[in-house]
């Protein structure tokens, strides 16, 4: 577990001032992704216009390499399932 919040560290350190708070950054997302695996998810991420969007997201027992259609599927995305809208999303993860 620790790898993969390096490795996912370095990949967004250049969004952030310090390497330690690209780290924090990091760590988040991992707590929000494994929380996701076992169960729902209340939690907030900025859109594109800057605007928050409240989301309400699980993972559980989703299969996302089937049934999420789409070009959001980057290294720089994070996907979930959408209960609010009964449907796939995603966020940028910086």
């Not at 370095?10 to 992704?33: G, M, P, R, V, Y």
């Not at 996302?64 to 966020?91: H, P």
Request: overall charge positive; cysteine-free; proline content about 1%.
């Amino acid at each position: 577990m620790k790898s993969r919040v390096f490795k996912t560290a370095w990949q967004i350190a250049s969004k952030f001032k310090t390497f330690a708070a690209a780290l924090n950054h990091a760590w988040e997302l991992i707590k929000l992704k494994k929380s996701m695996l076992s169960g729902v998810v209340k939690f907030t991420y900025k859109r594109i216009d800057d605007s928050i969007r409240p989301a309400v997201g699980t993972l559980k027992e989703i299969d996302t390499k089937y049934a999420f259609q789409g070009n959001a599927r980057t290294k720089e995305s994070m996907i979930y399932f959408d209960l609010e809208m009964g449907a796939f999303r995603s966020f940028k993860i910086y």
